[in-house]
């Protein structure tokens, strides 16, 4: 990532120096797009040394300008996302103007394409959620894995093109949402001891279902903290001994079913996300 240099002439900030410095993220839409990068910029940096605030919807220059009298007090940088390159230009003069850094999140992408394919772009910011089949599939995707969430639905588990399996707390459900808002008709099946697996868990292709693990301790810390927020009696659900035991039972089952098998101690949803998709070869 390369935000502009500023010019000699750029204003310096006054902010104290143990005070995060500002970034501003403008967006002519959602901004879905510019906060999933500026996360991604963000983990490479300490967790206090900026603060970033978000505008989205600006689609008139009149819009801008309130904006900007707004951000222009104390802005140490400007990133944005617009599809019109007019406000990409007036974006820069203001920027220009008040002496802020700035960068074009989407600009070089949209020309390189352009260069690169002959391909004319819309400059439509509606465009970007246009409700087509893909969309459609994105919500029937997320009914889906709603309905067949910690072995609901199995009568129908078998139109899944994803099934994670797993015990208690190793995180299918928000890994399940997250494939299925990526258009992904994903389910989960919860494991645990004493009870068999479902058959319709066990009657599915090898290619269809990755079973999921995680580091013992960090598995019973979790399901005690848990037991404390549900203000739950005291059972055996956080047992280091018990955890093992669950976990022990898991990872038998999926060498048995030639499931591949995913430790998602410590890792982020989206990662899990993607590494089932690829250990899977879904499209």
Known sequence: MRIARRSPSARKTSRPPSEPAVVYVLSDSTGNLARHMLAAFLTQFPTDALCVRYENFIRTKQRLAT??????????????????????????????????????????????????????????????????????????????????????????????????????????????IYLAQQGFRAANVSLALGVEPPRQLLALPRGRVAGLLIDPEKLARIRVRRETAWHMTKTSYGDEQRVADELTRARRLFNQQGWPMLDVTDQAIEETAGKVIEVLGVQ
């Open 67 to 176: 904006i900007f009298a707004k951000i222009s007090a104390d802005a140490s940088a400007v990133f944005h996302a617009f599809v019109s390159p007019a406000l990409k230009q007036e974006i820069s003069r203001r920027c220009k103007q008040a002496k802020i850094s700035s960068h074009d999140l989407t600009g070089g992408a949209i020309e390189f394409l352009t260069r690169a394919t002959g391909a004319q772009p819309l400059h439509d910011p509606k465009s970007l959620h246009r409700i087509d089949d893909g969309y459609e599939r994105r919500i029937d995707a997320v009914e889906f894995a709603m309905a067949h969430d910690d072995g609901l639905g199995l009568e129908t588990l078998h139109e899944a093109q994803i099934v994670l399996a797993g015990v208690s707390r190793t995180g299918k459900t928000p890994t399940t």
